[in-house]
């Protein structure tokens, strides 16, 4: 039978946990040719292992180096349907004054400059195909100020603009540019806390927020606008939260 994702190819960064790992399965168990990349050989060998018989390739890269991504896009062989920018790390709570150099140089490397730098290696082939889809991990924090710290908060309101740009320019050539904006997620993200003032003012506003929710939720909403169910979609940014986006 027929998948959703049936003869084509999906390139899935931060593959071997959470929510990217969760978005991966689903796009194989949909008859996708899935290239997964996470920095943990060991997390993508497992999720390979469990996914024995589909298909599935796995690659150890880092998506703040470029070599890395060079090898991920020698792996597609020239044809990539779809991108899903999932990697991600968060910050340590901290409000702007308490921001160090450490924490905002490599939140903005891996959640911004490196989706930007796979979505600029993956568009030109979109281009050529005059078809494509890319899903951008967005967060709680590219829509509101009371979700994290200030690094992790612009490094998402960053994709939040990278995905509106791309699904400006591009939407006329054919591409679908889309971003998911999670909620609480029970993965194995880790937040730290290093500012009694970040800690006091993001738990007072988490206290509102639903109950977090599964990895497998997130697939659900990222693999609707990654495939061709999100036809008429382009430039959305989707909160899939369980409804905080309401309170
Ligand atoms: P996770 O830590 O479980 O999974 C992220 C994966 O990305 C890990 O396997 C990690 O090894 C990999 N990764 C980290 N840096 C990388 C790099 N430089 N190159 C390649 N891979 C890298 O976390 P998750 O919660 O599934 O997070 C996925 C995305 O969802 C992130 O962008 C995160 O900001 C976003 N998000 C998560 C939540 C949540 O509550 N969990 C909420 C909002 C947004």
């Given at each position: 039978t027929e998948g959703r994702f049936t003869g084509k190819t999906v390139i899935v960064t931060g593959a071997g946990s959470g929510i990217g790992r969760a978005t991966a399965s689903r796009v194989a168990r949909e008859g996708g040719r899935v290239i997964g990349l996470d920095i943990s050989e060991e997390r993508l060998k497992a999720f390979a292992a469990e996914h024995d018989g589909l298909d599935v390739t796995v690659i150890t890269a880092d998506v703040t180096k470029d070599d890395d991504l060079a090898r991920v896009m020698e792996a597609t062989g020239g044809k990539v349907d779809a991108l899903a920018n999932v990697a991600g790390i968060m910050d340590n709570m901290t409000p702007l004054h308490e921001v160090s150099d450490e924490i905002w140089n490599r939140v903005f490397a891996v959640n911004v400059t490196g989706l930007m730098k796979l979505s600029r290696a993956?568009?030109?082939?979109?281009?050529?195909?005059?078809?494509?889809?890319?899903?951008?991990?967005?967060?709680?924090?590219?829509?509101?100020?009371?979700?994290?710290?200030?690094?992790?908060?612009?490094?998402?309101?960053?994709?939040?603009?990278?995905?509106?740009?791309?699904?400006?320019?591009?939407?006329?050539?054919?591409?679908?540019?889309?971003?998911?904006?999670?909620?609480?997620?029970?993965?194995?993200?880790?937040?730290?806390?290093?500012?009694?003032?970040?800690?006091?003012r993001v738990m007072g506003a988490l206290a509102v927020s639903p109950p977090p929710t599964t990895a497998d939720q997130l697939a659900a909403s990222i693999t609707f606008l990654l495939s061709d169910d999100g036809v008429n979609l382009n430039g959305v940014i989707l909160p899939s939260d369980g409804g905080w986006s309401a309170v």
């Amino acid at each position: 039978t027929e998948g959703r994702f049936t003869g084509k190819t999906v390139i899935v960064t931060g593959a071997g946990s959470g929510i990217g790992r969760a978005t991966a399965s689903r796009v194989a168990r949909e008859g996708g040719r899935v290239i997964g990349l996470d920095i943990s050989e060991e997390r993508l060998k497992a999720f390979a292992a469990e996914h024995d018989g589909l298909d599935v390739t796995v690659i150890t890269a880092d998506v703040t180096k470029d070599d890395d991504l060079a090898r991920v896009m020698e792996a597609t062989g020239g044809k990539v349907d779809a991108l899903a920018n999932v990697a991600g790390i968060m910050d340590n709570m901290t409000p702007l004054h308490e921001v160090s150099d450490e924490i905002w140089n490599r939140v903005f490397a891996v959640n911004v400059t490196g989706l930007m730098k796979l979505s600029r290696a993956v568009i030109p082939l979109m281009l050529d195909a005059g078809r494509g889809s890319i899903v951008n991990i967005a967060s709680e924090a590219g829509l509101r100020g009371s979700a994290a710290g200030a690094a992790y908060t612009a490094s998402k309101h960053a994709v939040v603009g990278l995905t509106k740009s791309s699904a400006f320019m591009y939407g006329p050539s054919g591409l679908r540019v889309n971003a998911v904006a999670p909620g609480g997620v029970i993965t194995n993200i880790e937040a730290r806390f290093d500012s009694p003032l970040g800690e006091e003012r993001v738990m007072g506003a988490l206290a509102v927020s639903p109950p977090p929710t599964t990895a497998d939720q997130l697939a659900a909403s990222i693999t609707f606008l990654l495939s061709d169910d999100g036809v008429n979609l382009n430039g959305v940014i989707l909160p899939s939260d369980g409804g905080w986006s309401a309170v």
